[in-house]
């Protein structure tokens, strides 16, 4: 019975045991640190939108582009190539672009060569398609600059608040600075959470815009080169190059003029 009576007693004057965490911490930071979460929520939240909506965008720009090396060039003209194309895909637009170039070349006098009006409008349009898919990065970007500055303020906040309590009690006790002292540390905490995220994303996506950029740079100069030639170069779909020739190239058309079989430059419409 005495041993009941001590444990009893030792739990009466045990200390009361103070609750920390990342709410008891977020209440003590008043609508403040609400705010600021509910802004590095919506940056959280449209940073992966962003990332995963680009990615299958992406994705399905490259996937298509299989059906350029196979279907398109092996049409008999540009037109009908571009039927074969994906509709409301970034390659059916070069194609129809081009196509759309050389009829109205043919309708315009004093337009120049018809190999270097349909390669300005080509680069028209491959500018178009490259602002559609970077459409969004600069949302990561500014996630990425702004997420920790915004976390940082949640920090100077909180130890802003320590400092007050420390003035009021007139001591440093543990149990008057940890919860905002720990708001500030799960502010600063939050915020790199949600700015590494969104600068690995665009960095990630930038080099696969860089990678479609140069296919769409290929393909169009491939069409330049079509023009240019009369439909005698063509780039190779996979079948084994002559031994010691290399296969045609639009770099290599836009270097030398265009000729046919007969070694007579190719003409040009005007």
Excluded: C
């Excluded at 120049?112 to 970007?141: D, K, M, Y």
């Excluded at 020739?245 to 007579?264: V, W």
Aim: glycine letters at 10%; a neutral charge.
């Amino acid at each position: 019975m005495n041993l009941y009576y001590l444990a009893a007693a030792a739990a009466d004057t045990e200390a009361p045991v103070n609750e920390f965490g990342f709410w008891k911490a977020m209440e003590e930071g008043g609508p403040v640190a609400w705010s600021i979460l509910a802004v590095m929520i919506i940056m959280s939240v449209g940073s992966f939108y962003i990332l995963f909506t680009k990615y299958f965008e992406q994705a399905k720009v490259m996937r298509q582009y299989k059906n350029v090396q196979g279907a398109f060039w092996r049409a008999g003209s540009l037109r009908e190539g571009a039927t074969k194309l994906d509709k409301n895909s970034a390659w059916r637009q070069l194609a129809d672009d081009a196509v759309t170039a050389q009829d109205h070349h043919g309708k315009m006098e004093g337009a120049g060569q018809e190999v270097h009006f349909v390669e300005e409008e080509l680069a028209h349009s491959q500018n178009t398609i490259n602002q559609a898919l970077s459409g969004g990065l600069s949302f990561l970007a500014s996630v990425g600059a702004t997420a920790p500055f915004i976390g940082l303020l949640g920090t100077v906040i909180g130890i802003y608040r320590a400092l007050i309590n420390i003035g009021i009690e007139g001591s440093a006790s543990i149990d008057k600075v940890a919860g905002p002292v720990g708001e500030a540390l799960i502010m600063t905490a939050i915020g790199l959470l949600v700015a590494v995220p969104a600068v690995l994303a665009f960095n990630w996506l930038q080099s696969r815009n860089r990678r479609i950029d140069a296919l769409m740079t290929d393909f169009s100069n491939n069409i330049v080169a079509y023009i240019g030639s009369n439909g005698a170069i063509k780039p190779t779909t996979g079948a084994a190059a002559p031994a010691g020739k290399k296969p045609a190239t639009a770099a290599a058309a836009a270097k030398k003029p265009a000729t046919t079989a007969g070694g007579a430059s190719a003409s040009v419409k005007k």
